[in-house]
């Protein structure tokens, strides 16, 4: 089969939870397939939103284009509702002055339904996430 980006609103994926919203910048920027829009959070941390399939998905690269984010954690579950969530990895991201982050991580196979992101920190006070993409396969379930 072959690879796709599973993060996109036009394939089926949802943000079912954000922690803060701002209407000029809502959290469905995250999926729309454009590095240009974003979501931002509003303040405290941490912050985190929600990304779930319609089906569950192998991963293999995990990629997310974000701006200010110091420590990200990421967590995947594989139960049908958004809930369950296990550690998958914890980084401590560079800081870019002026400059999109852009983090990839790889996995063997990742497989999950839900995918939490959890913005421990951050080098300001506010942050945005520009785009999640997801390489891999949905699972013919």
């Known amino acids: 089969m072959k690879s796709v980006d ?3 609103s036009s394939g089926g994926a949802e943000v079912v939870l954000a922690t803060s919203c701002d209407e000029k910048y809502p959290p469905e920027n995250i ?4 590095s240009e829009t974003f979501w931002t959070t509003t303040g405290m941390f941490p912050q985190e939103f929600i990304i779930s399939f319609h089906k569950r998905i192998t991963i293999n690269k995990l990629t997310i284009q974000c701006y200010l984010v110091q420590t990200l954690r990421i967590e995947k579950s594989l139960s049908k509702a958004p809930e369950g969530f296990e550690h998958c990895i914890e980084k401590e ?19 999950a339904t839900h995918l939490r992101f959890v913005i421990k920190s951050a080098f ?3 942050v ?3 785009r999640v993409m997801a390489e891999g396969v949905a699972d013919n379930l």
Do not use: K, M, P, R
Not at 31 to 34: A, K, L, M, S, V
């Open 31 to 34: 999926i729309d397939g454009n």
């Open 6 to 8: 599973l993060c996109l």
């Open 124 to 126: 300001d006070h506010f």
């Open 128 to 130: 945005s996430v520009h």
């Open 93 to 111: 991201l560079q800081f870019t002055e002026g400059a999109i982050q852009t983090e990839e991580f790889s996995f063997s196979e990742l497989q």
